[in-house]
C-alpha cells in the first residue's frame, strides 16, 4: 500500500457545485495532515492544515478520520478559480510525503 | 519577503554535462528538500536534510547528490545527467515540528537531451 493515496480524478464539475477529495494514508503514527493546491505546474501552496477531527476555512472543509486513516477536502459552491490540482500531503518526521495530487475543473 | 529561491528556472542540458541546481532559503528553517514532478507520478521525494551535514535519501535518490553545508542552502547535483532525469523540480523548506507548513521554490523545468 502506497504511504498516500488519492484519487487523480479529474473531476470535472459545474460551477457552484459541491465536491470532495479523498487521502488515504498508512502511517498510523501520523500526526498532523496539510492540503496544498498546486496551479498548472506552479510551486504547491499550502490551502489547509488539518490538526484534529477537522478544520473550515470559508467554502472549504478539511476533515480527518483517524480510525480510517484518511483525509478529505470539501469544497462548496466551485468557483472557476478553484480549478487545479489538490495535493494531500502526510508528515511522518523527516519527510513529507505527497499523495499523487486530484486534479480539479470547474466548468461554466 | 520569506521566500524559496530555485534557479535555474529553466535549463536544457545535454546527457552527461554536471550541472547544479541552487536552493536558498531565507527563513532560518531546519529541513529542506528536494522533489521531481512527472506526469501521473505525483511529487517523489529526491533527497532531504533535518539539519546542517545531515542529509537522507528519499524515494528517488539514484542520479543524483546534495549536500548541506549552511543552514540556507541545499543545492541538488546532477553528475551525469541522463534524459529520465528530463523533470519538474522544486525545493521545500520548513521548520522541524510536525504542525509546519512547507514552502517551495518555483520549480526548475530541466530538459537533458
Known amino acids: 500500500r502506497k504511504e498516500v493515496e488519492q484519487d487523480p480524478g479529474p473531476f470535472n464539475v459545474p460551477e457552484g457545485a459541491t465536491v470532495a477529495f479523498n487521502c488515504t494514508y498508512s502511517n498510523s503514527a501520523s500526526q498532523s495532515f496539510f492540503w496544498y493546491r498546486q496551479d498548472c505546474r506552479k510551486e504547491p501552496k499550502l490551502l489547509m492544515s488539518v490538526y484534529s477531527s477537522g478544520n473550515e476555512d470559508g467554502r472549504f472543509t478539511a476533515q480527518l478520520n483517524r480510525a480510517s486513516q484518511y483525509i478529505s477536502l470539501l469544497i462548496r459552491d466551485s468557483k472557476l478559480s478553484d480549478s487545479a490540482t489538490y495535493l494531500c500531503?502526510?508528515?511522518?518526521?523527516?519527510?513529507?510525503?505527497f499523495g499523487q495530487g486530484t486534479e480539479l475543473s470547474v466548468k461554466p | 519577503e520569506a521566500q524559496v529561491t530555485q534557479n535555474p528556472r529553466y535549463l536544457i542540458t545535454v546527457t552527461g554535462k554536471k550541472l547544479t541546481v541552487t536552493c536558498s532559503q531565507n527563513?532560518?528553517?531546519?529541513?529542506m528538500s528536494w522533489y521531481r514532478q512527472d506526469p501521473g507520478l505525483g511529487l517523489r521525494q529526491i533527497y532531504y536534510?533535518?539539519?546542517?551535514?545531515?542529509?537522507d535519501k528519499g524515494d528517488v535518490p539514484e542520479g543524483y547528490k546534495v549536500s548541506r553545508k549552511e543552514k540556507r542552502n541545499f543545492p541538488l547535483i546532477l553528475e551525469s545527467p541522463s534524459p529520465n532525469q528530463t523533470s519538474l523540480y522544486f525545493c521545500a523548506s520548513r521548520y522541524r515540528g510536525m504542525n509546519t507548513e512547507a514552502f517551495f521554490g518555483q520549480g526548475t523545468r530541466l530538459t537533458v537531451v
Open positions: 536534510s533535518m539539519n546542517v551535514e545531515v542529509t
Open positions: 500531503v502526510v508528515p511522518p518526521p523527516g519527510k513529507l510525503i
Open positions: 527563513m532560518n528553517h531546519e529541513y
